[in-house]
């Protein structure tokens, strides 16, 4: 278990509709990170929060937004939902920012959009 | 436009075999290099990491191999066990770009 827990575990929706998932990191990491894991893709990097503050961009879609909160939880929004968003998606967080600090992940939202 | 390119994509080993997978980046800007683990069902997590002043780093049966000049590093998994089945995944950082660039993957089986 790495501390940080992610909700919901699984989320079906339809194309065109709008969802929110939930991470919370582990307790005293100031940093939180989105990827999304596609089986051709592999781990792609959306978006970096530290301390409630946006850090890194990745391939983050327009139609896709983020938030840390005070309380340092996030939250990442998709609209207008696509097939092709299908996909599972990681929180990790990490004590303070930097690529040489190690990310600790979440279990993962698996999203299925019909 | 694919920073780090990772390979093989997948790898059936035999029990006490040695696994090997390697990763090659373009930008020497990059000075963190980890390797993340990911068990079916699971977020990866930290396997082993390495920065350029070294050439090998080893942590148990786990060793990382890096080659400066070819920009180049791969991991090595000595006597590979069916508990090594994985997807494991080498990654490129920088602290001026604060994010970490993750390969696509590589699918390890390790037969009985």
């Known amino acids: 278990d790495s501390g940080v827990t992610q909700t919901p575990k699984h989320l079906i929706t339809a194309t065109g509709q709008r969802v929110t998932l939930r991470c919370s990191p582990r307790s005293g990491d100031l940093s939180v990170y989105w990827y999304q894991q596609s089986l051709d893709q592999g781990l792609q990097f959306l978006i970096q929060?530290?301390?409630?503050?946006?850090?890194a961009k990745g391939n983050i879609l327009e139609r896709f937004s983020a938030q840390q909160f005070p309380d340092l939880h996030s939250e990442l929004n998709l609209s207008s939902l696509e097939l092709g968003d299908s996909a599972l998606y990681f929180c990790?967080?990490?004590?303070?920012?930097?690529?040489?600090?190690?990310?600790?992940f979440g279990p993962g939202t698996r999203l299925t959009v019909l | 436009q694919q920073q780090v390119k990772q390979s093989p994509q997948s790898l059936i080993v035999q029990k006490g075999g040695i696994s090997i997978i390697n990763c090659a980046y373009e930008?020497?800007?990059?000075?963190?290099f980890p390797w993340y683990q990911q068990f079916p069902g699971k977020g990866p997590a930290l396997l082993i990491a390495i920065r350029p002043d070294v050439s090998e780093k080893k942590e148990g049966r786990f060793t990382i191999s890096f080659n400066k000049s070819a920009k180049q590093f791969s991991l090595h998994i000595m006597d590979s066990q069916p508990g090594d089945s994985a997807t494991y995944f080498c990654?490129?950082?920088?602290?001026?770009?604060?994010?970490?660039?993750f390969g696509t993957g590589t699918r390890l089986l390790v037969s009985p």
């Open positions: 930008n020497t800007a990059f000075d963190y």
């Open positions: 929060y530290y301390n409630g503050e946006e850090r």
């Open positions: 990654g490129i950082g920088n602290t001026g770009f604060q994010k970490l660039v």
């Open positions: 990790a967080s990490s004590r303070m920012m930097g690529p040489d600090n190690e990310q600790f």
